[in-house]
């Protein structure tokens, strides 16, 4: 299964929000789309491996929080990405 790009699921969440009636929701998602455009221009960068463990764990905690099946599954989505990031980036060799 190919893998989407940070744009596709940012245009994912965007064509959600455009489908719920809550303003809740549409709130979420489009804040959601807005990380997933984040993601996407700050994905070549050498980041801090902490800070994506951080927010993987931070995107589990909405997801188990939100009340609507479609906001649970975009933070699960964002988790996952936060996760894959996390996990790839290399290892710096210490100083010694």
């Not at 700050?42 to 902490?50: I, K, M």
């Not at 989505?77 to 290399?90: C, G, I, K, T, V």
Request: hydrophobic residues 45%.
């Amino acid at each position: 299964m190919a893998q989407r790009s940070f744009s596709d699921n940012a245009d994912g969440c965007r064509q959600l929000a455009t489908q719920v009636e809550g303003a809740l929701e549409k709130a979420v998602l489009l804040r959601i789309a807005s990380e997933f455009d984040r993601l996407g221009e700050v994905a070549g960068r050498p980041e801090n491996l902490a800070y994506f463990a951080a927010r993987a764990a931070q995107e589990v905690t909405a997801a188990v929080r939100a009340n609507h099946p479609q906001a649970r599954l975009a933070h699960l989505a964002m988790a996952q990405r936060y996760d894959a990031l996390a996990q790839s980036q290399p290892l710096r060799p210490t100083a010694q």
